[in-house]
């Protein structure tokens, strides 16, 4: 018995990708979600600080006052699009790359500013590196580093609430690298088996650091492969707001029915990370041709079109933006770093015995000195 | 009290467990219509339902990975790995997430689950499902490690782990399944974890052992008892030890033999001689002594010779308690 599903006006191999704005910046009238337009403003609006955030937290690790950042310059429609489409009892599952969706969902900037120096008031105490992030309060869960070990976090944790009769989807974020892994494989596996309520968001954003997506596979999309799985895929335009919203609705909409990948298609414009210099691995004709297709421009242009929007309105956006960011920065680099017996508790939810000595033991000895 | 085996003693404390919290369900390859390839999980599908009781894809990094969501939604999982041997696939699931999820959350997110495993040898098992590999996730920060020796501590000891907080890997060894039959009460006990036990009294040297090893252990300390008072300790937790039992023990015995299945170099016994000898260096008469498996695969033909049987504990007793 065959389960899944092909709609008959998409191709087997999932290549036609579903947009909804056009390079004038019209939506198509038989596709456009026809969302309330200040919504669209704050889906433009959350992509924008998304942007700006990511260039002055840029600008400070050029600086040597964070040690790192992990950006999604090119990538924000899918990030944030996707995540306005979700509901609040959704849970988000992320990478290390959806910053933006943890502040869509009302993440205090402080917060976010205070984990980039781990500090005191880091919510993970200092014990991650920046961008590592955790949001339980915003159903938004704990960001590591391994590549594509919350997918089946996602599923699990879908799979519980159904079992538990609990109407909500688990939306998982993923890079095109993390469809190589294990996990990616099993995670579609267990949900289409078992008809799990999660919306698996691959991000196709063309490069996992260096590799270009054509060397993560042979398939002739990302999108293809749910197939083999009998789950439902979608492949998207991932820079495209409105198209990103419409087709995440209705993985929500239909989440208790079963799971959803969908491949949204973007582009990283900035590099992996801090730490990694794309010059060395690709033309930046590539990223000049690929910029054109840059998700804030797409969306204002259809908000200007709308009316919604204007220059003004961006710059008094953004210098506001900038002062707030500039604030959180100030007061973050002078709260002091997070106590030692921090290092020693949360290892277990009670510390025993060898972590007390290991705590008595540093404490009373020598400590490292200030830089 | 009726007797039982210690698979009959894991399947009653999962029973109980269940009766007792709606948020315990069990996940894992055969264990739910045909409750387990050694039955651990018997009837329980009947009485829970498939919801409960889960037969999952074949595909232990999933296994263990939908537990931890499972566990962040806020059920209570024990996820089983059908032989400790095949645990590999989940290891990062383990290792990277499970292991780390509350400490790198800041404590926003424990992850309450105990990953059950038959492990051990001495069943013709081969390479492949013979293994022991607890010193593993000793090795790992965020972990707690069980093995219970007889029926009674595994009924206590899993109805503590399935209550305890944080996760906890469940070695349960298969030699023991069904060879041992005692006592076990009826109903809700728990065996505290983390606290070891003296089975065996003696003056001499103390040995320190644990599951299907155990019985090899007091088997040694009956057979050189005319000439060598020994006292057994079964640790039933690996981690974090008893470390109190372990050093009162030494200091009044001044001598310490280790006896394990596991591979000799960077075993267990490595860290319980080292703990020992920072504890209780000066009360020490003599060289601490490993008995362990080799740093060989596990074999299948000479499994015995493998094995630190009692043939083997025997003359470390001896000459640990002549040295």
Request: glycine share 8%; with cysteine.
């Amino acid at each position: 018995m065959i389960r899944y599903e092909l709609p008959p006006s998409r191709s087997v191999d999932h290549t036609d990708i579903e947009t909804v704005l056009g390079p004038d910046g019209r939506a198509d009238p038989h596709l456009d979600p026809k969302l309330d337009s200040a919504l669209v403003v704050k889906i433009y609006e959350a992509m924008l600080r998304t942007r700006v955030l990511d260039d002055r937290m840029l600008a400070l690790q050029r600086q040597g006052r964070v040690s790192f950042h992990v950006g999604c310059k090119g990538e924000e429609a899918a990030i944030i699009a996707s995540a306005a489409a979700l509901r609040t009892e959704d849970w988000i599952f992320p990478c290390y790359r959806e910053l933006g969706a943890l502040l869509w969902r009302g993440f205090p900037l402080q917060r976010y500013v205070d984990n980039m120096y781990g500090n005191a008031d880091d919510v993970v105490q200092g014990r991650q590196m920046p961008d590592h992030v955790t949001g339980k309060q915003w159903a938004y869960a704990s960001v590591s580093s391994p590549i594509g070990t919350q997918i089946m976090h996602a599923v699990g944790f879908g799979w519980a609430a159904k079992l538990k009769r609990q109407k909500l989807a688990t939306a998982v974020y993923f890079g095109d690298g993390a469809t190589s892994t294990p996990d990616f494989h099993t995670g579609l596996n267990f949900a289409g088996v078992y008809k799990t309520p999660t919306i698996f968001l691959c991000r196709n954003n063309r490069w996992a650091i260096s590799v270009p997506s054509d060397k993560q596979t042979a398939s002739a999309s990302f999108a293809a492969k749910g197939a083999a799985y009998g789950v439902r895929s979608v492949r998207v335009d991932g820079n495209d707001a409105l198209a990103t919203y419409r087709a995440v609705r209705e993985a929500v909409e239909r989440s208790h029915e079963g799971p959803t990948l969908l491949e949204l298609v973007t582009y990283r414009l900035g590099g992996h990370s801090t730490s990694d210099d794309p010059k060395a691995y690709r033309l930046q004709e590539e990223v000049d041709l690929q910029s054109k297709g840059d998700p804030l421009t797409r969306l204002r242009r259809h908000l200007e079109l709308l009316g919604a929007w204007n220059e003004l309105q961006e710059r008094r956006f953004v210098s506001q933006l900038d002062s707030e960011i500039k604030q959180c920065v100030e007061i973050a680099e002078k709260k002091p770093a997070p106590e030692l017996r921090s290092m020693f508790d949360g290892v277990y939810a009670e510390r025993p015995w060898h972590l007390d000595e290991q705590y008595e033991l540093t404490k009373r000895g020598p400590r490292p000195g200030k830089e | 009290m009726p007797e039982m085996t210690m698979v009959q003693a894991i399947n009653d404390a999962l029973r109980i467990s269940m009766r007792d919290d709606e948020r315990v369900v069990l996940l894992g390859e055969d264990v739910g219509k045909v409750g387990g390839v050694f039955r651990v999980t018997a009837g329980l599908q009947d009485e829970f339902g498939a919801e409960r009781v889960i037969d999952t894809p074949l595909a232990e990094g999933g296994i263990v990975g939908a537990s931890i969501g499972m566990a962040m939604y806020g059920l209570r999982p024990v996820p089983e790995i059908q032989f400790a041997d095949f645990i590999y696939p989940a290891f990062d699931q383990i290792v990277s997430e499970a292991a780390k999820y509350r400490y790198r959350s800041g404590g926003e997110f424990g992850i309450p689950m105990v990953i059950r495993t038959p492990f051990g040898g001495g069943i013709r098992g081969g390479h492949y499902h013979s293994q022991s590999p607890e010193s593993l996730f000793i090795h790992v920060a965020g972990l707690k490690v069980v093995c219970p020796s007889n029926p009674y501590d595994a009924k206590g000891l899993l109805l503590s782990a399935i209550r305890d907080e944080d996760p906890v890997l469940f070695f349960e060894p298969k030699r023991v399944y069904r060879a041992a039959k005692m006592d076990v009460p009826e109903g809700d006990y728990a065996v505290p974890l983390s606290k070891a036990k003296v089975v065996r009294e003696g003056a001499h040297v103390t040995v320190l052992a644990w599951g299907a090893m155990l019985y090899e252990a007091v088997a040694a300390a009956e057979e050189v008892a005319p000439k060598v008072d020994v006292e057994v300790i079964d640790l039933r937790t690996l981690w974090p030890v008893d470390i109190d039992t372990i050093v009162a023990s030494v200091k009044k015995t001044g001598r310490v033999v280790v006896v394990h299945e596991a591979p000799r170099t960077c075993g267990f016994g490595a860290e319980l001689v080292s703990l020992v000898c920072e504890k209780a260096f000066l009360h020490l008469e003599a060289p601490p002594v490993r008995v362990t498996g080799h740093d060989t695969p596990f074999p299948y033909t000479l499994e015995n010779d493998y094995l630190p049987l009692a043939h083997r504990i025997v003359p470390a007793l001896l000459e640990t308690a002549a040295y």
